[in-house]
């Protein structure tokens, strides 16, 4: 089980998840994200989404970053997770550090990218 879209598409692509399943997937993704939203935010006597952890540019970049660094960044770190992803759960890889590297590529890519956007990596 994994919440993150670009992971279940990286996955299809690179022949380990089935094609029908995909679509299933990512929709049943889509529903439990706007639940856990909705339950996390319903809690807050004033929401805003501007203020909810979102990533953006210019002035909701923590640096004020334009859009171009921001759009460079986000693609860039998540094609970075995405292909750690792949590579540390072929089954020729060894099996004993597959969370670890994920983890610790998933943490690296948080320090170099959250002065930038906020981060997102999806």
Same mark, same amino acid.
């Given at each position: 089980?994994?919440?993150?879209?670009? +992971?279940?598409?990286?996955?299809?692509?690179?022949?380990?998840?089935?094609?029908?399943?995909?679509? @299933?997937?990512? /929709?049943?993704?889509?529903? +439990?994200?706007?639940?856990?939203?909705?339950? $996390?935010?319903?809690?807050?006597?004033?929401?805003?989404?501007?203020?909810?952890?979102?990533?953006?540019?210019?002035?909701?970049?923590?640096?004020?970053?334009?859009?171009?660094?921001? @759009? +460079?960044?986000?693609?860039?770190?998540?094609? $970075?997770?995405?292909?750690? &992803?792949?590579?540390?759960?072929?089954?020729?890889?060894?099996?004993?550090?597959?969370?670890?590297?994920?983890?610790?590529?998933? &943490? @690296?890519?948080? @320090? /170099?990218? &959250?002065? +930038?956007?906020?981060?997102?990596?999806?």
């Amino acid at each position: 089980c994994h919440p993150n879209y670009a +992971v279940s598409i990286a996955l299809w692509m690179s022949c380990r998840f089935e094609g029908k399943g995909v679509v @299933l997937y990512i /929709i049943a993704q889509i529903i +439990v994200d706007i639940a856990a939203i909705y339950l $996390i935010a319903s809690r807050k006597s004033r929401f805003e989404v501007g203020g909810f952890a979102a990533n953006g540019f210019n002035e909701n970049s923590p640096d004020d970053c334009g859009m171009k660094s921001v @759009l +460079v960044t986000e693609v860039v770190m998540t094609f $970075i997770f995405l292909f750690a &992803i792949i590579e540390v759960t072929f089954l020729n890889a060894p099996r004993g550090f597959v969370k670890l590297a994920i983890g610790l590529c998933f &943490i @690296l890519i948080h @320090l /170099i990218s &959250i002065p +930038v956007t906020n981060t997102f990596v999806n």
